[in-house]
Each structure stands twice: as structure tokens, then as C-alpha cells.
């Protein structure tokens, strides 16, 4: 089983970086993380983001967002819509399903003909 944060969205933001003052790196991202099993694939609703700045290659952490980097992030999450959460069967669930519903029909139709 394989849990992995994959980018939804990602924008990018004209504010002063805190740590190089570059108004050309900041990325903000956000990241929704799916399941992958042999069974089946599940989007969850769960949810990450990080601003990141390209510029000096660093991760911003909120304790060093400036008010202007907060409010941006305010609006672009109100705005932000992540993918549904949903599961999907894969090829493999589908065929156990199968098997399991022809197994369950053979044993109620052996049944049947013992007792006729």
C-alpha cells in the first residue's frame, strides 16, 4: 500500500519572500493525499499546503508569513477546490467479486439439487 501527497494546485504568489526578499519564487501548493492498494485507489479529503520559494529553494513555515503572504493565502484557500474524495475499485477487486458471486451461485445451485 503506497500513501503519497500529490499536487492539486499550485500557485504563484508576487509577495516578498521572508528569507531572500525575492518577489519572483514563492509557491504556494496545495496537496491532497491518495491511498494506492492492488484493490483499489482512494482520493481523501485530506489536505496539505506549503509556500515554498524557488528563488533560495526554502520551505516557509506560517511562524515566518508576513500579514500580505497571509492574506494571499486566506483568499487561495477560500478559492482552492480539491478533487472529490472517492474511491476506485481496480481490476483485481472487480474479479474477486466476480469469483466470490459465481462461488456463492454454484454452492446455492449444488444445494438446490441435493435437495430435489
Not at 526554502?58 to 515566518?64: A, D, E, L
Not at 474477486?96 to 454454484?106: D, P, Q, S
Request: proline share 3%.
Amino acid at each position: 500500500m503506497s500513501k503519497k501527497l500529490v499536487t492539486v494546485k499550485e500557485v504563484v504568489l508576487k509577495n516578498n519572500c521572508p528569507e531572500c526578499y525575492s518577489t519572483e519564487g514563492l509557491r504556494l501548493i496545495f496537496k491532497q493525499k491518495i491511498i494506492n492498494t492492488k484493490l483499489y485507489r482512494s482520493i481523501t479529503s485530506q489536505i496539505n499546503h506549503e509556500i515554498e520559494c524557488r528563488t533560495c529553494n526554502t520551505v516557509i513555515y506560517p511562524v515566518k508569513w508576513t500579514d500580505d503572504i497571509e492574506l494571499v493565502f486566506e483568499y487561495h484557500k477560500k478559492a482552492f477546490v480539491p478533487k472529490k474524495a472517492s474511491t476506485y475499485l481496480k481490476k483485481a477487486s472487480w474479479i474477486a467479486i466476480i469469483l466470490i458471486i459465481i462461488a456463492a451461485i454454484a454452492v446455492i445451485a449444488l444445494s438446490i439439487m441435493n435437495n430435489a
